[in-house]
């Protein structure tokens, strides 16, 4: 899509607690929602993805949930672990325009012990 | 190890210079994508390859170009490097022209400019 926003930037929760990101998009065609996790110095790796076509995924302790009415989608992480710590990106891709992913700007997650 | 393959690791060089930063896709993979990830910030699109045409451009500056050859390896290549282009360069790969199911990124080029 054209511009994906995400908040928060910075998330600190207590282990075992709950976390909560959410990204916004703007282009009706977007069709698949991806979100990567990027440790400190690494590559981003994907976690969970979700299409147009789905309304909620899990994976463990992850999950993902898609209103494309409003246009967000959120991830959510359940019993969270210090090892969870990261930088996390959602993104979104569209069926028109340059069809590659956009990321939003990322949100830092700091798991306290 | 992702399986994708970017040379070299770290490179410093000077303004004004010119450099070629090197992926090897996922075998298999045929789309390949650049992305530029600066201090503490996101990932911008640069440019999109598949199977060696170029499909989509991103916010790619006029000094820098890309190519993908028939091995379906790219090349990414900046010139008259300024210092606000010291970034992380990352490739990554998909299977198809579309790429979902998500891309594999590799472990990036850290460009220092001096």
């Known amino acids: 899509g054209e511009n994906v926003e995400q908040h928060p930037s910075t998330l600190s929760v207590q282990e075992g607690d709950s976390a909560v990101i959410k990204c916004t998009y703007s282009?009706?065609?977007?069709?698949?929602f991806p979100w990567y996790k990027q440790e400190l110095g690494k590559r981003p790796q994907l976690i969970i993805d979700?299409?147009?076509?789905?309304g909620e995924k899990k994976d463990q302790r992850i999950a993902v949930t898609l209103n494309k009415t409003a246009k967000h989608f959120s991830l959510h992480i359940t019993e969270t672990q210090p090892e969870d710590s990261a930088v996390y990106f959602c993104?979104?891709?569209?069926?028109?325009?340059?069809?590659?992913?956009?990321f939003g700007s990322g949100t830092r997650l700091q798991v306290q012990p | 190890d992702s399986g994708v393959t970017q040379t070299p690791k770290h490179l410093i060089t000077a303004t004004g210079q010119r450099v070629t930063l090197r992926c090897s896709p996922r075998?298999?993979?045929?789309?390949v994508y650049w992305y530029q990830q600066s201090l503490d910030q996101g990932l911008q699109f640069l440019i999109h390859y598949y199977n060696g045409e170029e499909r989509a451009k991103g916010n790619i500056l006029e000094r820098f170009s890309a190519q993908q050859f028939p091995d379906l390896h790219s090349e990414l290549n900046l010139s008259s490097l300024e210092l606000g282009d010291s970034a992380l360069y990352f490739c990554?790969?998909?299977?198809?022209?579309?790429?979902?199911?998500?891309?594999?990124f590799g472990s990036g080029t850290r460009l220092t400019v001096v």
């Open positions: 990554a790969s998909s299977v198809g022209r579309q790429g979902l199911g998500g891309y594999t």
């Open positions: 979700i299409r147009s076509n789905v």
């Open positions: 075998s298999g993979d045929l789309s």
């Open positions: 993104a979104d891709r569209t069926d028109t325009g340059r069809r590659a992913l956009t």
């Open positions: 282009d009706s065609a977007s069709n698949y």
